[in-house]
Antibody, heavy 120, light 109 residues
Framework: EVRLVQSGAEVKKPGESLKISCKGS????????IAWVRQTPGKGLEWMGI????????RYSPSFQGQVTMSADKSINTAYLQWTSLKASDNAIYYC?????????????WGQGTLVTVSS | SYELTQPPSVSVSPGQTARITCSGD??????AYWYQQKSGQAPVLVIY???KRPSGIPERFSGSTSGTMATLTISGAQLEDEGDYIC????????????FGTGTKVTVL
């Protein structure tokens, strides 16, 4: 069974750093891309970018380029989404999703989501 | 930037047919996908590549496209189908970038 299990909810202050995780199981983790998706009440679902755990190749949507970093540790089948300095606008639920291809791909299996709360 | 536009809400009586539309200029050339998201849960893929149904998705869910519009049809809607439905496709100017629709809240009552 394909599963993506994300790390738990986080509460942080503006300016703090954060790294959330997404652990894959039930498939060849290094053979599929991992996409990250942000969900907010105001903007709905937003595709942030995608990374390939096999070689850590990452591509970012222009809106998120320079704002976050995607990475992976293939030895433990885990992908990461990282911020160096959180802002209030980063308040959202973040999902990871398995994606079969870079071009024209889509998320077929999703993690349960990680709620990130940024508040002073 | 590329946009996929959906109606904010659709209401349907149990057993009737609900149709949810998604409008995008590139849909004649790019596949449409549909996700169902129930309250407090992650999205679930219900249609891929315009009209294909993943394993485990009930047959009452079907997808179609015509020109710049993709349609998700729920035939014989059930109470459990209530939730948000979001279309997805690929940005025609950046084939690596995904784009989500604005989402439609489906109410079954």
């Amino acid at each position: 069974e394909v599963r993506l299990v994300q790390s738990g909810a986080e509460v942080k202050k503006p300016g703090e750093s954060l790294k959330i995780s997404c652990k894959g199981s039930g498939y060849s983790f290094t053979s599929f891309w991992i996409a990250w998706v942000r969900q907010t009440p105001g903007k709905g679902l937003e595709w942030m970018g995608i990374m390939y755990p096999g070689d850590s190749d990452a591509r970012y949507s222009p809106s998120f380029q320079g704002q976050v970093t995607m990475s992976a540790d293939k030895s433990i089948n885990t992908a990461y989404l990282q911020w160096t300095s959180l802002k209030a606008s980063d308040n959202a639920i973040y999902y990871c999703a398995r994606q079969g291809s870079l071009v024209g791909g889509y998320g077929d299996y999703w993690g349960q989501g990680t709620l990130v709360t940024v508040s002073s | 930037s590329y946009e996929l536009t959906q109606p904010p809400s659709v209401s349907v009586s149990p057993g009737q047919t609900a149709r949810i539309t998604c409008s995008g200029d590139a849909l004649p050339k790019k596949y449409a996908y549909w996700y169902q998201q129930k309250s407090g849960q992650a999205p679930v893929l219900v249609i891929y590549e315009d009209s294909k149904r993943p394993s485990g998705i009930p047959e009452r869910f079907s997808g179609s496209t015509s020109g710049t519009m993709a349609t998700l049809t729920i035939s014989g809607a059930q109470l459990e189908d209530e939730g948000d439905y979001i279309c997805y496709s690929t940005d025609p100017s950046d084939h690596q970038r995904g784009v989500f629709g604005t989402g439609t809240k489906v109410t079954v009552l």
